[in-house]
């Protein structure tokens, strides 16, 4: 059976998992820790949703939120399905619990960022209600 889920518990499965999910989005070889998921599962400002089949990660999504003078903000990271599970609404699915997570909490916006070609997830994110903005992207490696 397929639902969608909150990550509280870092597990050696569970980091296994979604380093597996990893490959499918980012082309390096990034890797995970349980300590770097705990890290994450402990921060009241992260929210990690889970398409779970079986017991099984096959997709996840995290919102972090970003307290800013007067507001919050939410950042949408990792926003990612495996790829035999893609087509059924899961994406979608982890977006939108997401969504009602943000306004639970009075987050203002979510932002997110994507490759442009990564063109069926712009059309989800769209759907949705996401607006493509007219901004660059800067970034400090460090």
């Keep these: ?10 597990t050696p499965r569970a980091v296994e998992e979604l380093i597996a999910l990893g490959r499918d989005l980012h082309s390096d070889d990034r890797t995970m820790s349980i300590a770097d998921l705990e890290e994450i599962l402990r921060d009241d ?3 990690c949703m889970v398409v779970l089949d079986n017991g099984r990660i096959k997709g996840m999504a995290t919102l972090y939120i970003i307290p800013k003078f007067g507001s919050k903000n939410g950042l949408l990271e990792d ?3 495996s790829s035999e599970y893609r087509g059924q609404g899961l994406g979608e699915k ?3 619990s997401l969504i009602e997570e943000a306004k639970a909490r009075r987050v203002r ?34």
């Design 1 to 10: 059976m397929i639902t969608i889920e909150r990550l509280v518990e870092a």
């Design 45 to 47: 400002s992260a929210i």
């Design 79 to 81: 926003v990612i399905v």
């Design 94 to 96: 982890l977006v939108k």
């Design 109 to 142: 916006s979510i932002s997110l960022t994507s490759r442009p070609v990564r063109v069926a997830s712009h059309k989800l994110y769209q759907k949705l209600g996401f607006e493509k903005k007219e901004t660059e992207v800067f970034k400090l490696f460090l």
